[in-house]
């Protein structure tokens, strides 16, 4: 008999969330998700609703549901390439009398794929915020505990802190200047005096 193949590929990318950055925050790698992935959609419920969903066993309606589920997981291949570090794709196939029906099962698993997928990308990244936000709280009381700490050390010893000392360098170069000119003023009024009183 004919038999019809329908195949997808879906390109699979590592989290853009740097893993040191927020370790806290990262639960499986990618190989173990595509794995959980690759269960959910081989189970047996999955499957009986796959087939129930798109009326693939109309033509045969004494098949029981374990013979249904047997024979879905035998048409169905879903394959993961690349290394554990560096998968790649992600291939869904699955074989069926009818080219159609093939391209149907394989449509359905990668919309549940792509769905399953960007749900647990959202989770991460919702959890990842959330790590942020309260590393943003935290980092946010300790910066204002140092700023306290060190308002409190600069007005215990605000006569001998170098932040001062540049003010307190001129302030002291004009008070010398000052001195001296007052200085030359008293030296040149003495000069007057001392005429004065030679004269008269």
């Given at each position: 008999?004919?038999n019809y193949?329908a ?5 699979v990318?590592e ?22 992935i ?6 047996r419920e ?13 033509d045969?309606?004494?098949l029981?549901s374990t ?12 394959k993961l ?9 992600l291939?869904i ?9 093939a ?18 990308r ?5 959890d990842?915020?959330?790590f942020?936000e ?14 306290r ?5 600069q ?7 170098p ?5 307190r ?28 009183v030679?004269?008269?």
């Open positions: 008999p004919k193949r195949q997808a590929s879906l390109l990318e989290s853009q969330i740097p893993t040191d950055l927020a370790a806290s925050t990262v639960r499986i790698d990618l190989s173990q998700q595509l794995q959980v690759q269960q959910r959609l081989l189970a999955n499957l009986l609703e796959l087939a129930d969903r798109l009326n693939l066993f109309a045969e309606p004494d029981d013979q249904i589920v047997q024979r879905l997981r035998d048409r169905i291949d879903l390439t690349g290394s554990n570090r560096t998968l790649t794709l291939r196939s699955a074989d069926a009398k009818t080219g159609q029906t391209a149907d099962i394989v449509n359905e698993l990668m919309t549940q794929v792509l769905s399953q997928d960007a749900a647990y959202t989770e991460v990244a919702t990842t915020l959330s942020f309260q590393e943003v709280r935290r980092l946010g009381d300790e910066l204002d505990q140092y700023n700490r060190i308002l409190e050390f007005n215990e010893n605000i006569d001998a802190l932040e001062t000392l540049d003010y360098l001129s302030r002291q170069s004009l008070l010398q200047e000052r001195v001296s000119q007052a200085r030359r003023e008293i030296s040149q009024l003495e000069d007057q005096r001392r005429r004065l030679e004269l008269f």
